[in-house]
């Protein structure tokens, strides 16, 4: 999880809301494994949903406000190693004058064919950082934040929602999930 855009998404909430993040396993103790150990009716079924990067979002606002904020908030950052790229990016031979000669020796060793060329950092070659629908290697993440080339999209999304009256299942297919197995 991208912590810096998860803190900004929560501080613009932190008035109304609280988000609960943890050990999967402990929360689903505390809100009941089954419809026999619950606390509530139907909150076991928010507990077998915890899997994976997920948690618990608590709040007194409207059901529809809490969907819109969810469904609009979309922040772009750098790609992370094995992210898969979105486009290829190739850079053509010639001066990188965006670079510093400083940078000529850590851009060679991210495997670009670079060399000084009267204080200019020149790619000698024609180079391919990424190709589209490949994983990211660690040099090409590397290269790609140099440029300013931003590839990974963070966003949230809703999985379920519970109230004392409903449970609403916001993505299908989930419902079967086991407990156990998480």
Same mark, same amino acid.
Request: charged fraction near 30%; hydrophobic fraction near 35%.
């Given at each position: 999880?991208?912590?810096?855009?998860?803190?900004?998404?929560?501080?613009?909430?932190?008035? @109304?809301?609280?988000?609960?993040?943890?050990?999967?396993? &402990?929360?689903?103790?505390?809100?009941?494994?089954?419809?026999?150990?619950?606390?509530?009716?139907?909150?076991?079924? &928010?507990?077998?949903?915890?899997?994976?990067?997920?948690? =618990?979002?608590?709040?007194?606002?409207?059901?529809? !406000?809490?969907?819109?904020?969810?469904?609009?908030?979309?922040?772009?950052?750098?790609?992370?190693?094995?992210?898969?790229?979105? %486009?290829? &990016?190739?850079?053509?031979?010639? $001066?990188?004058?965006?670079?510093?000669? %400083?940078?000529? $020796?850590?851009?060679?060793?991210?495997?670009?064919?670079?060399?000084?060329?009267?204080?200019?950092?020149?790619?000698?070659?024609?180079?391919? &950082?990424? %190709?589209?629908?490949?994983?990211?290697?660690?040099?090409?993440?590397?290269?790609?934040? =140099?440029?300013?080339?931003?590839?990974? @999209?963070?966003?949230?999304? =809703?999985?379920?929602?519970?109230?004392?009256?409903?449970?609403? =299942?916001?993505?299908?297919?989930?419902?079967?999930?086991?407990? !156990?197995?998480?």
């Amino acid at each position: 999880m991208r912590n810096l855009k998860f803190k900004e998404f929560r501080e613009q909430l932190k008035a @109304t809301s609280r988000f609960f993040l943890g050990s999967n396993k &402990v929360m689903q103790v505390s809100l009941g494994r089954s419809a026999a150990d619950e606390i509530k009716p139907s909150l076991y079924k &928010v507990s077998k949903l915890l899997r994976g990067d997920s948690g =618990l979002f608590f709040t007194n606002m409207p059901k529809e !406000e809490v969907e819109r904020l969810f469904n609009q908030y979309e922040d772009y950052d750098f790609a992370r190693t094995g992210s898969v790229a979105s %486009e290829k &990016v190739e850079l053509k031979e010639g $001066p990188l004058e965006q670079f510093t000669h %400083e940078m000529e $020796p850590f851009l060679r060793k991210q495997g670009m064919p670079v060399r000084l060329n009267k204080g200019t950092v020149e790619l000698v070659s024609d180079y391919v &950082v990424c %190709e589209e629908g490949k994983p990211l290697s660690p040099e090409a993440s590397r290269i790609l934040r =140099l440029l300013g080339i931003k590839m990974a @999209t963070f966003r949230m999304q =809703l999985i379920c929602r519970w109230s004392l009256d409903e449970f609403e =299942l916001y993505i299908q297919g989930l419902e079967d999930s086991d407990v !156990e197995s998480s």
